[in-house]
């Protein structure tokens, strides 16, 4: 017998009170689509009225399947719910659901809010009634009740009951603080079905702060909870939400979950899990988080040697699910722990079947070794580890050829007398058998300067010929720099993610004690995969 968990996304409300996050109305509309096309049961689109932003979205909000919710908060003391002004903003975005949150813990509602505890209660079943009245699904964010829960349980409890009395739909048990361990979690939600408020009229709400938000819903839902509240890669306020890309694949895949629980996520928006992830990043114009649960790019990374021959036998030995299952790859990095175990996967992975007896075997082997005593690190950067295996297997293409290139970097003062730095760049290249000079600036199109890796950039892949296309349709995503050793023996190794139009991403590594120089590695080694991967040949 199965019960029905139903998900609640707070990623374009929540979500953005990640410090350094911000989306526009059309970002979210494009986040709110993604969500919808999973089978989300909710979509909190944010707090109508708080801030322009929201406003616009909830303007022009995109039509899902998913409840479109606006937040806000349970009317103030002192008005009715008829004449509160937030809470006539909420109802103006005219959504289908309401979410409203309220005080539940006696200390708050005496320090925050300066009123009664009785007050803060008519608050809440006026609030709630008012929704109801007016045709909306409402739901209750019960705000600190796993504190207030601690400190005064019948109250803690009584907030709930008005709500629900109300005519609530969902009750939503908030850690908003994100102290409460799971083992705690469990206890209390147990305790408030058991003092008769349904576990399917039940809601958890948690955050990450000592890094537990998903054990601590989970726990939530073993206790009897089935409203699940979290957002997408755990995006949220100081340390995070609880996240949706961690515990749609653990409800979805994982026992006793699979078997005992429903949900609306559609079977096959599993395998989409990963691309989800990443959209929102470059969203957020920020680089993944390679070691997230399920979706990062390490999350299927085998690095020791022991475990890559394992893996080799039966990727179960290391490997909890089927990468593919959520839209993830197996990795076998390369690095100076790799042994041949890991040398053959990786160029199996590559599409290179080299015989177990080969003698480049070896020979690579060493060479990565070596290079990674010289400060190269091919465990984040596959595509420059497959670049070198290529090569020293005569079988890397000779696309093009750089002869050599120049920056220089200028200080001076602009039109309106401010001090700039400009930089220029010239890339002298042999391009099926044409010598072409190309050259950039770092200026973009503001009067900004890009710096002279920018400049470099674009001058590299301004003029390729053939390959022309292909380039124009890469872009750079991540820019890592790290300075290895000390002193006169101190080198850089720059770490730079590209992507491209069909989806792909690839690291590519360069070291050098100059910047400008390692980076140059890089992006040659970046191009280089993009042709190689798009199966294009020498001209």
Not at 65 to 70: D, P
Not at 482 to 499: H, K, L, M
Request: aromatic residues 6%.
């Amino acid at each position: 017998m199965s019960g029905r968990l139903y998900l609640y996304d707070t990623t374009l409300r929540d979500g953005q009170q990640t410090q350094g996050v911000q989306f526009s109305a059309a970002e979210k509309a494009e986040i709110a689509r993604m969500l919808d096309e999973i089978g989300v049961d909710y979509i909190e689109g944010g707090w109508p009225g708080a801030n322009p932003t929201d406003s616009d979205f909830f303007a022009a909000a995109p039509q899902t399947q998913a409840r479109m919710t606006a937040f806000g908060m349970t009317k103030r003391a002192g008005r009715s719910a008829e004449n509160d002004d937030v809470l006539a903003a909420v109802l103006d975005a005219r959504t289908k659901a309401v979410c409203l949150v309220g005080k539940t813990h006696p200390f708050h509602v005496r320090e925050a809010l300066g009123i009664t505890l009785e007050e803060n209660r008519d608050n809440i079943r006026a609030s709630i009634a008012h929704l109801v009245a007016q045709g909306r699904e409402a739901l209750f964010d019960a705000e600190h009740f796993f504190d207030g829960y601690l400190d005064d349980p019948d109250y803690a409890l009584s907030c709930l009951r008005v709500a629900l009395d109300a005519g609530a739909r969902w009750v939503v048990l908030c850690d908003t603080n994100g102290g409460t361990l799971p083992a705690r979690i469990h206890e209390i939600t147990a305790a408030v079905i058991a003092a008769g408020i349904p576990g399917d009229n039940l809601g958890i709400h948690t955050h990450d702060d000592t890094g537990n938000a998903v054990a601590c819903t989970l726990a939530a839902v073993d206790a009897g909870a089935r409203h699940i509240q979290g957002t997408l890669n755990g995006l949220g306020e100081r340390c995070g939400n609880a996240s949706l890309t961690s515990l749609i694949p653990t409800l979805m895949l994982k026992e006793p979950y699979a078997s005992a629980f429903t949900t609306g996520i559609h079977p096959e928006a599993l395998p989409r899990m990963v691309r989800i992830s990443r959209r929102l990043d470059e969203i957020l114009n920020r680089p993944s988080q390679r070691d997230l649960p399920y979706v990062g790019a390490s999350a299927f990374a085998h690095k020791a040697g022991l475990h890559a021959s394992a893996i080799l036998k039966n990727p179960a030995t290391y490997e909890h699910i089927d990468p593919e299952s959520v839209g993830n790859s197996r990795i076998i990095p390369m690095s100076n722990q790799a042994g041949q175990s890991n040398l053959r996967a990786r160029l199996a992975e590559a599409g290179l079947e080299v015989a177990r007896e080969d003698p480049a075997l070896p020979r690579i082997l060493d060479l990565v070794k070596n290079r990674e005593d010289q400060g190269y690190a091919y465990d984040a950067a596959q595509a420059s580890f497959e670049l070198l295996a290529r090569n020293e297997l005569g079988l890397m293409p000779r696309f093009f050829e750089v002869e050599r290139y120049r920056v220089t970097i200028e200080r001076r003062l602009n039109a309106l007398g401010r001090r700039i730095s400009v930089s220029e760049a010239v890339v002298v290249a042999n391009v099926a058998g044409n010598r072409v000079i190309s050259a950039s600036e770092s200026m973009d199109e503001h009067g900004g300067d890009r710096g002279p890796v920018s400049a470099l950039w674009h001058a590299l892949g301004k003029d390729l010929g053939p390959y022309q296309q292909a380039v124009d349709a890469m872009r750079l995503t991540d820019f890592r720099v790290r300075i290895t050793g000390a002193g006169v023996d101190a080198v850089t190794r720059v770490t730079i993610d590209s992507a491209d139009d069909q989806g792909r991403s690839w690291s590519t590594v360069g070291v050098s004690p100059n910047l400008v120089d390692a980076s140059f590695e890089a992006l040659i080694d970046a191009i280089n995969w993009k042709l190689l991967r798009d199966g294009l040949t020498p001209r």
